[in-house]
Each structure stands twice: as C-alpha cells, then as structure tokens.
C-alpha cells in the first residue's frame, strides 16, 4: 500500500475560493509506549504572504509547506475561514482517516438528541473518555448514529467500521472536519452546541487514559481562543494523532490535521512535535488579527 492514509472512496472534491489511514483502534487505548527518538529536525516555513495578484493557493501553499518542513510522517490537512467561506490551506483534504477520538464529536452530537446527560458527554468530550463513549455508543445505536449524521451534516467521505463496536475505527476527511464542525456551529440547538464546543475548549491537558492532549492546535494556537477534539491510536503497524477543532474569536477558523509514522523509526514525542509544527503553519496563516 503506497500510503497509510486512502484516497477518498466517495463523493466529489470539495470547492474552494481558488478551485479544487490505516489504523486498529482500540476501544479502550493505554498510553502509547515510549521508543528511542531518532534524530529529525523540524524545519518550519513561513505561511506564504498573498502575492499581489491576490490570495496564495490553499493547496499550492500547503504542498510548498510539506515540501520543505522535512516532516518524517505522513499528513493531511485543512483550515477554513467560515466566515468568508474558504479555504486558507489544504493538503490532501479529501484522503480518509480513521477518526479515532474525533468520531466523539458525531456521537456526542446523537447522544444529546437522545436525552443522554450533558455532564457525561461533556465529559466524553473534555477527558476524552473511552469507557463514555463505549457507553453512548450503545445509547446512539453504534454506526446507525454515524451514517445519519454523515446524510445530515453533508459528509462525503464519512462512513463507519464494519466492526459494530469499532467507533474509532469511523471513516472521515479534513473536509469532512469541516462541514461537521460548521453543523455543529450552526445546526444544533443552542443547548446541544453549547455542551460541545464548551466541553472542546475546556480540553484537559490529558486524556482519562493519560495521554498528553496538548499536541497540534492546542499548543501551536496557544494565546487564541480555541476549541479541540484530540485523537490518538496505534500500533499495527502505525502510530496515528489527529488535531481537530477551531480557532479564533467565535470559532471563525476551523482546522483538521491527521498525522501517521511508523512507529519503530518515530517516537511518540517527535510525532507529537510533527502535528505541533503543521498546526503552527496553519496557525501562521491565519489573518490577522486572528
């Protein structure tokens, strides 16, 4: 298999302003095991200035970005301004991932309608919490939940394991993020909105199972205003971290980055390094203020 992660197996290309993973999922993930670091610099590039005939490709950009970052994993990404409806970068957007813990956003959201208690799922949310969503799984009627909410929210490539109980194992794209998060900004009921976003804000520095949540967003975005659902999983044969969520006042950016290593050759310090160092590109792109 020439990449980790899979072309998108449906639906068309998402539109912008300029034009155009194999992972197991544990339901319950342990605190990945530390392997010796191998030696990598991270060279990070400015986010490209418009030129003077206008704004910097979304994708051209972000391909002269992985170009030159000398990254040892494998990523996709894409950050999108709501408010003027497009794109600022993408790189691979349409490839699908596992979700790992993303997919407790589309589970939180069933859940709520279901009359499950806010605390719990905003629990699930902020802590991460495999033993909830294990629970709401059940409460949602497992990947029944998935595929409705991929019809309503407008999901292309967003489907869910053949394995029942596998909810981390639910298929999703960086554009995908994208129209999820808009739904979720703007299609829920205030209440339901509100335990969401909040839990996502108030994101613990670790996860119920101890792992380091502070990757991506929300240490490169440190000093804005963000919002993040954090994943992680392993080990047959790829470590996998996914950094998704808004940034900026009134949760106006909205990014998604999904990252994969081998993991014999890339600890998961330096992986978490990697994901920090793309969402500081995306954060570097952001206008200001942002």
């Known amino acids: 298999m020439p990449h980790r992660f899979s072309p998108a197996l449906t639906g068309k290309t998402i539109a912008w302003a300029v034009g155009a ?15 010796p670091e191998p030696e990598a610099d991270i060279r990070l590039s400015p986010a490209p200035e418009p030129s003077s005939e206008g704004e910097a490709d979304p994708e051209s950009a972000a391909a002269d970005f992985m170009g030159g970052a000398g990254l040892a ?10 408010a ?4 600022l970068l993408a790189y691979r957007p349409d490839d699908v991932h596992f979700s790992m813990s993303v997919s407790k956003v589309l589970i939180a959201v069933g859940a709520l309608r279901a009359g499950a208690d806010p605390s719990r799922v905003a629990e699930m949310i902020s802590r991460s ?6 629970e709401l799984w059940g409460v949602v009627e497992g990947p029944v939940v998935i595929e409705e909410l991929a019809e309503e929210m407008g999901l292309e490539h967003t489907t869910p394991s053949p394995d029942w109980g596998r909810w981390g194992d639910v298929l999703i794209s960086a554009s995908d993020i994208v129209r999820m998060y808009e739904f979720v900004l703007t299609g829920l009921p205030e209440g339901d909105r509100a335990v969401i976003v909040d839990a996502m804000a108030a994101t613990t520095e670790f996860g119920s199972d101890g792992y380091d949540q502070t990757f991506g967003i929300p240490t490169a975005a440190d000093g804005l205003d963000w919002a993040v659902k954090q994943g992680w999983g392993c080990c047959k044969p790829d470590l996998f971290l996914v950094s998704t969520g808004t940034i900026g006042p009134d949760h106006r950016y909205i990014a998604a980055v999904f990252g994969a290593w081998d993991e014999h050759e890339v600890s998961e310090e330096q992986a978490a390094r990697e994901m920090t160092a793309v969402a500081e590109f995306l954060v570097g792109a952001l206008p200001d203020p942002a």
């Open 129 to 134: 919490d495999d033993p909830i969503a294990n």
């Open 73 to 82: 994993g494998e990523f996709g990404f894409a950050l999108y301004d709501s």
């Open 21 to 35: 993973v194999v992972a197991v999922f544990s339901l319950t993930i342990g605190v990945l095991a530390a392997m």
């Open 84 to 87: 003027e409806d497009r794109y």
